[in-house]
Every structure is written in C-alpha cells, then in structure tokens.
C-alpha cells in the first residue's frame, strides 16, 4: 500500500458522550487495508458506539474519524453497514427484496428509484448469502439467522469498501454464522476492510486478522496473535473472573491442539 | 390463497364499503319516506348542491392525506403522535384568532402549525434529555397545550368585540360549513402530501424502517423525519375543522390500520389506507347528508372504523371467520383421511385379499355409531373416494354392504398411511423414541406432511419398506401391486 494512500478508517482522539456522560474516550486507531479486524469487549464497553460514532449517527464530544482521508458525510458511499438485528421492528411492511435493495438507496440520487441494475445486484447479493429463495417473504416471517442474513445481503448491495458489522453473529444459528464468516473471509480477499463488533472470545481468536480491545478506552489494538493474552484480556474484562477464567481455559486448550498462529 | 393480492383486497374494500352503505341506509329509511330517500340518493350523487360538494371533496382530499401520512405513523410506532399533534394545535388556533381578531383561516392555519410543531419538538425534547420516554412525554404535551388552548378559547368567547362564531368547530368538527379557502388549505395540504411521498418514497421507506440505516448511507434522515412531521402538523390541522380535535387521530390511524391489516408491502398500504380514507370520507359526507342535522365527522370516523371491524372479521391472514373456514376443511379432511386410513387397516388385516370392505368392519375398526359411519361413508362417495355395493335387501337378503375405494381413494389412504409409519420410523430411528410412543405423535403428523418433506425422510431413512412395528410402508409400487376390482354386481 503505497504511502499516498489514505487508509480505510483513521480515528483520532474520539470521545464520544451520551448526555454528557462519556462512554469513549480518547481512541486513535489506523485500519490498514484489506483486514478483518475485531472489536472486543464487555458489554458497555462502548463497541457499538465505536461504530455509530465512526458512521456519524453518534456525534463525538471531540476528536474526528476519516474514512479514506475524507469526512464520513463526503464518503458514506464506501461504507456498507450491519445494525444489530434488534433495531428495527421486523413486523414492517417489507419483504426480503425491499430490505435488500434499501442497501442501494445511497448510490441513487434524489427522485430516482432502484432500477434493473440494482435489482441484479440485490438478486446477486440475496444468493450469496443463500436467501435467494426467501426474497419474497414478509420479514417477520424470518428466523434471526435468516433475519441476519438479510442484514448481510443489504450491507453486500452496498458495495462498499469498508463494512461495519455491530454483533453479526449475535443469537445466529451455527450455519448461518459459518456463512457469514465465509462471507467475510471472500470480502477480505476482495481488498474489502471489514471491523465486526464481537463479543465470543472463544471463536474471536479464529476469526480475526487483528483485534480491538475495548473498555471505554482502548486496551490495545493490533495483530491478533500479540493482542490476544492472558494480561491483555485482563485488562479489558478487569475482574469478571467467570469470562476469565474460561477463556484462560480455552486458551491453554488451544495451545496444546493448534499451535500454530494465522 | 396468496394474502398479499392487491385485486383481492381492492374487491374486499369495494364489498365493505357496500354493506357499510347498505346497513346503515337501511337504519335511516324506517325514519325517511322511500321516495325522500332516493330523491336524496339522487341528489348526493349528482352533487347539485355547492355545500355538498364543498363537503365530499373536502372528503376525499382528507381521506387520501390522513390515509397516506397516518401509514407511516403507524408503521413507526407513532400513533399516538397524532393525537398529540390535534390536541397541541388548539392554542395555536387561539393565538392565529387573537392575532387578527378575526376568523381569517390562513391565520389560525399558521398558528395552528407552529403550535402543532412545537408541540413535537417539546415531546423530542423531553424524551431526548430526561429519561421520561415517548409515551409520558406525548401524553404531557397533549394534555397540557389542549389544556391551554381551552383556556384561551374560554378568554376568547368573553371578549366582547370580536366576531367568534364558530370557533367551537374546531373541537367537534363541522365538515358540513367548510369555506372556500378552507377547501383550498385542504386540497393543497393533500396535493402537498401526495407529491413528497411520491417523490421521496424510498428516502420515507428507509428512515422509517432503519433510522441508523438510513443515516448510515448518507441520506438527510432527520430531514425526511421533520417533512413527514411537517405534513403530519399540516393534515391534522386541516382536519381539524372538518372532524374535531378527538376524531383526527382516528382518521390519521383508522383506515391506515385497516390497510396494515390487508397488506405486508408498504407501498399497497399506502394506496388501500388513502382509498379506504376516502370511501369513508364518502361514506360519512353521504350519511350526515341523508338527515339535516346529521355530523359529517363522526360519520367518517364510524364508517372508517366499520371497514377495519370487517378486515378483523375477514382478512385472509388474521381474520376470524377465514380462520374458522381454514380449521372447518382441515378438520373435515382430517376426517376424511382418517375413514380412508381405517379402510386400509382393514384390507391389510385380510392381507389385501378383499378388495370391497363390509361396512360393519370399517364400523369396528373406526369404533363409531352406525350413523356416524354412513356419514363418513357418504362424504367419500362425495368426493369421489369410494363406491357403495348396496344389493337390494329384498332380493338378496344375505349380501352385506361393500365399499369400494377407487383409485384416487386407494392412493390417498397409502399416502396416509405411509407418512403415519415413515414418522414413526422416523422418531424411532433418529430422533431416538421408544416405539411404543410414536403412534399418537404420528396421527397427527400423517396429515400435514408434504410431498417433499417425505421425500426427505424417505432418503434419510435410506427407502425403508417397514415400519417400527414391522409392518409395510406401502410405496408406488405397492399400489401397483395390489389392484383394485369395482364392486361387483
């Protein structure tokens, strides 16, 4: 990557409030192209606002984000995003197909609606997360794999160049999370930069190129292998002892069967 | 069967709207003379007098408007926006009336807006920075600014210059004595409506669905959020003089429920929610014609209101009376399967030796009353499922009573049975159950087992021919195997 380049996402000294009470504070963070990184926490440890406030919906109290060298705002085009499931009402009157296409409203202008292209891309999107079959059905009629899945498609319809994925695996099925990390893994390949919210650390380890630890502040941040020990978690999950104690002994598992890193 | 069926639901509406003007004509006919009733009919329909005209166009302008904006308040959880919003607007109408001390409607109509918008942006504000949530902060705002524009109403009426006459149209509602202007204020609110939802239908769509989202890509979502708003404070105050400040909301939530009830696609809600506004628009402005004194609004609001009872009552997903006719046939067909499956058992007992059976064994093996039987027996025949051998007792006294299935008749009770003993073969082989407790889970299960799902099973259970108690799984094959002869005379 040449130096000229700017890089996907860079964020410099962001705090992030709610009603004047902060929830982060003051992270720096550069994400090189092409990786498939983790954000790791407990819970109110501020990973979902991480993601609101790089996408703009949660402003910051100081500091700033740039997505390719550019304010959001200027390139919101090139991010593709996955809200977690619960944010919107699944009895809306949508089916499948229309959640999809909504994934190409950004790349329309005003008054232009989805045309044949767009519905290509939508019918393409809708395959490859295996829903192809389900595009007609009324979304409440969804499992939360499936419901998942849709999610996906639509961020895919974006075509964008970095994704943003708030708990993606979340109350899923084992097939459909195996699907979606297919998914990942392809769009990485592509030259896709991807940050997925994640809260197992059993399987965070497997997953990511690098990770992001987080509790309020930033813990530490970089390549998966250096980021995931033992003094390093501690510090993030501070004394939940339970969180700990397993991960410690899933660690120690994993260092006797694969001893080998990425 | 599909529920979705714009043509469906369109036939539907027009049906309601009949019986709603059918019932309730017929009421008003025991008070009014027949030839009164149809010189009115007559009259009303070619719209001779100017009031009426003011009155039903007034109507059906309101009708589409409150039906396209009350769609996407109640798609977004808003409903009771509307109320707050008819209720926030009064001292608005008072200050518009203060302000010119007259009843010029452009000013009560920009006073009412800025009462109405303040009014949400109070409700935003106090569940944005208190942690009081949305419904206590609409029910406050309600109350409190309906409670202040009562209070500058009372004021108003004391004063001792100004001409006030018909202020109190605003709380009940008088579509009968609409102005011009206020005709024209109606129609360019709609006019208004209709244009931005057209145009900005997928930018609506979005930030209704996913507000996150919707920001996410780019688009002003906010801005999208404060021009439905807008149109919102807009429509009920142009409402508010024909059906009062109570009834707006019914009239914003009513036919927009009963489309919501009808469809699963935003874009058919919004178009059956604006026709249903305007055949109750119609509906009402007909009804306060027929009696002199008769109020337009309510009687919009109880014909809206009869066309959601009737899409309770018979819409194809949750209505009642469609439930209680789907649970009749399936009920019925069970039965029918049941009657053919006894008659296989009773075959199989002879080793398939008798192709007619005695009407006495298929009693035993059913353990029904002589009665129940032959009906059951008279349903088969029916449907074309099976034959009777009734020889004639005079002449041959010693002949039982055979039925015969025919071929389709054969075939449905070895597509029953096999599903009964695949299932069981099923629960016992992989899901582990004893044998000796699949056959009640079965009964069931044999009626609903599609095509397909059998076929999956068959592959699974690697095409068994016997079930866990060791008797036939009866294939195509089978069928072929054992032929069947008619009665014989």
């Known amino acids: ?262 | 069967m599909h529920p979705n069926h714009p043509y469906r639901a369109l036939a539907l509406a027009g049906g309601l709207l009949l019986l709603t003007a059918g019932d309730l004509s017929a009421a008003k006919i025991g008070d009014l003379s027949d030839t009164r009733f149809w010189d009115q009919l007559i009259r009303f329909f070619s719209l001779r007098d100017p009031s009426l005209r003011y009155t039903l166009t007034a109507s059906l302008f309101l009708g589409t408007c409150c039906g396209l904006l009350g769609s996407f308040i109640v798609v977004r959880k808003l409903s009771l926006m509307g109320d707050t919003l008819s209720h926030a607007v009064l001292p608005g109408v008072a200050l518009g009336f203060l302000w010119t001390m007259t009843k010029n409607p452009w000013a009560i109509f920009v006073g009412a807006t800025l009462a109405g918008l303040l009014g949400t942006v109070v409700v935003h504000w106090i569940h944005t920075t208190t942690h009081i949530k949305e419904d206590s902060a609409m029910g406050l705002v309600l109350s409190g600014f309906y409670a202040l524009g009562i209070c500058l109403f009372t004021m108003i009426q004391q004063l001792p210059t100004a001409n006030k006459a018909g202020l109190d149209k605003f709380l009940f509602g008088q579509a009968a004595a609409l102005s011009a202007e206020d005709l024209w204020m109606i129609g360019i609110v709609t006019i208004l409506s209709l244009l931005a939802i057209v145009l900005f239908y997928k930018e609506f769509l979005v930030t209704s669905f996913d507000f996150g989202f919707a920001q996410a890509l780019g688009l002003s979502a906010r801005f999208f959020h404060y021009l439905i708003m807008l149109l919102l404070a807009l429509s009920v105050v142009i409402a508010l003089q024909a059906v009062g400040v109570v009834l707006v909301s019914a009239l914003l939530i009513t036919p927009a429920a009963t489309a919501f009830l009808l469809t699963d696609r935003m874009h058919r809600m919004l178009i059956y929610a604006s026709l249903f506004g305007m055949g109750a628009g119609v509906a009402g402005a007909f009804f306060s014609y027929l009696g002199n004194s008769l109020p337009t609004g309510p009687f919009i609001i109880v014909a809206a209101s009869t066309l959601f009872a009737l899409a309770l009552l018979f819409s194809n997903r949750y209505g009642i009376i469609p439930r209680w006719i789907r649970n009749l046939s399936r009920d019925r067909r069970i039965q029918i399967e049941n009657t053919l499956k006894a008659v296989y058992h009773v075959r199989e007992k002879n080793a398939f030796s008798i192709d007619g059976i005695p009407v006495k064994a298929l009693q035993n093996r059913r353990k029904l009353s002589p009665s129940e039987v032959e009906k059951e027996i008279r349903q088969l025949v029916r449907r074309g499922f099976a034959s009777m051998d009734e020889p004639d007792p005079e002449a041959l006294p010693d002949r039982e009573r055979k039925l015969f299935l025919t071929p389709s008749g054969w075939e449905t009770a070895c597509r029953i049975v096999r599903n009964h003993r695949l299932w069981e073969l099923y629960l016992t082989e992989s899901v582990r159950y004893q044998p000796d407790h699949v056959h009640d889970d079965a009964e069931e299960i044999e009626h609903l087992l599609g095509e397909d799902i059998v076929r999956q099973l068959e592959r699974r259970l690697n095409y068994p021919t016997r079930d866990p108690h060791g008797k036939l799984i009866p294939s195509l094959q089978d069928l072929s195997k054992t032929p069947l002869a008619g009665p014989s005379r």
Not at chain 1, 19 to 39: A, N, T, W
Not at chain 1, 120 to 146: D, F, H, T
């Open chain 1, 1 to 262: 990557m040449s130096p000229q380049t700017p890089p996907p996402l860079e964020i410099h000294d962001l705090t992030v409030a709610y009603h004047k009470k902060p929830v982060l504070y003051g992270i720096d963070l550069v994400v090189p192209s092409g990786r498939l990184v983790g954000i790791v926490g407990p819970n109110g440890a501020g990973k979902s606002t991480l993601i609101k406030a790089i996408l703009g919906l949660a402003p910051p109290s100081s500091g700033w984000v740039k997505i390719f060298g550019k304010p959001y705002r200027n390139n919101a085009k090139r991010v593709g995003y996955v809200p977690q499931r619960e944010s919107v009402d699944w009895d809306f009157p949508v089916n499948v197909r229309d959640v999809v296409l909504m994934g190409r409203y950004g790349r329309l202008g005003w008054l232009k609606r989805p045309g044949k292209a767009d519905r290509e891309v939508a019918r393409a999107c809708l395959e490859k997360v295996q829903m192809l079959p389900y595009a007609n059905r009324q979304i409440s009629n969804l499992s939360g794999g499936q419901q998942q899945r849709v999610f996906l498609a639509r961020a895919l319809a974006q075509e964008s160049d970095l994704y943003l994925l708030d708990e993606p695996f979340a109350g899923v099925d084992v097939a459909t999370e195996s699907a979606i990390v297919n998914i990942l893994s392809q769009l990485r390949a592509q030259g896709k930069t991807l940050m997925v919210v994640h809260h197992d650390l059993t399987t965070a380890r497997k997953y990511f190129d690098m990770l992001l630890l987080l509790n309020m502040r930033m813990v530490d941040y970089g390549p998966t292998d250096e980021v995931f020990t033992y003094e390093k978690l501690q510090a993030t999950y501070g004394g939940r002892l339970t969180i700990l104690s397993q991960v410690a002994d899933s660690l120690s598992q994993e260092k006797e069967n694969l001893p080998v890193g990425p």
